[in-house]
Nanobody, 122 residues
Framework: VQLQASGGGLVQTGGSLRLSCAAS????????MGWFRQAPGKEREFVAA????????YYADSVKGRFTISRDNAKNTVTLQMNSLKPEDTAVYYC????????????????WGQGTLVTVSS
């Protein structure tokens, strides 16, 4: 699976951004998808994940109620709608795919996109 993330940018505190991840290659509907982020000087952290069936969603506590992950299996895309953004959300955001959801939950993946930068100004 090849992944291409997009949608990052500069936004003010309280604003919104929508990240997209386009997948190609292996059948998209068979893989679980997730978003991770890495802030400057910090380790990469889990943000959100969605099963291939779309039946189960997972979120980091820090983004619950503000971020929403979704996927369109017909278009081979997964999106991350980010609302009420805070300066601490500033990071490079990566999309990832894994056959086993448990791998995404622990911060690993089988396939990774190149990352898109989100900057939230105070």
């Amino acid at each position: 699976v090849q992944l291409q993330a997009s949608g990052g940018g500069l936004v003010q505190t309280g604003g919104s951004l929508r990240l997209s991840c386009a997948a190609s290659g292996r059948t998209f509907t068979s893989v679980n998808m997730g978003w991770f982020r890495q802030a400057p000087g910090k380790e990469r952290e889990f943000v959100a994940a969605i099963t291939w069936s779309k039946l189960t969603l997972y979120y980091a506590d820090s983004v619950k109620g503000r971020f929403t992950i979704s996927r369109d299996n017909a278009k081979n895309t997964v999106t991350l709608q980010m609302n009420s953004l805070k300066p601490e959300d500033t990071a490079v955001y990566y999309c990832a795919a894994a056959l086993d959801m448990s791998r995404l939950r622990i911060g690993t993946g089988d396939y990774w996109g190149q990352g898109t930068l989100v900057t939230v100004s105070s």
